[in-house]
């Protein structure tokens, strides 16, 4: 871990792996993050990717109050002021799928940790400059766990996420832990759509509980 001083490095670290999602159905949001907590996860990513997002979020975070340990936050976040509708309702983290210099001051003005999704190490230096502890490599599955240990040849203190086709397997995690990740980021891969249309939550908190174990086994190494 190269910022240990940091609070949100220090929980973004020991959550190991972050599932990221978005349903515009209330209760299947709030079994989705029932199931993920249950499962251990501690670090979630809700994307903005709909209309019922706005109203689906505040529901999230009630639930998410009564979780000890877990922590919310909002993805695909391209402006300021969609970032500040967010925090207003209580996100605790900002998640970006590209580097917006202008979102970035506002959270670095405002205190807000802010995850850019950065393609290039130049992306990466500027998300720096501008207060990220950590950036997200996006996509992952075009960009390999290659570019993460180049990013660290240059920029060895900063702090790396992938996601974007990253599985929940053993041959898909390893070799990002192995480059010298923080964590992982995982969506559709991991919150099958089948077993959500389905309802098979116990199905999802294994599958979910399996591939978190892999993600701490990895990490440990």
Known sequence: MRNPESEFIQKMGSACMMPIFYNPDLETSLRLIEVSYEAGIRV???????????RIFPE????????PGLSLGVGTIYHPWQ????????AEFIVAPV????????????????????G???EVWEAQELGAELVKVYPANVLTPTFVSSIHAVLPTIEIIPTGGVEPTAESMKPWFDAGVLLVGMGSQ??????????????????????LALAESFKEI
């Open 99 to 118: 580097m917006n210099p202008v979102l970035g001051k506002w959270c670095m003005a405002n205190d807000i940790p802010w995850v850019p999704g950065c």
């Open 44 to 54: 979630i990513e809700m994307v903005n990717r709909g209309k019922e997002a706005t």
């Open 60 to 67: 999230l975070r009630k639930l998410a109050d009564q979780m």
């Open 120 to 122: 290039t190490v130049t």
């Open 83 to 90: 970032a500040e509708e967010f925090v207003d309702q209580r």
């Open 190 to 211: 991991l919150f099958d759509k089948n077993l959500i249309k389905n309802k098979q939550w116990t199905e999802l908190k294994n599958r979910i509980q399996a591939a």
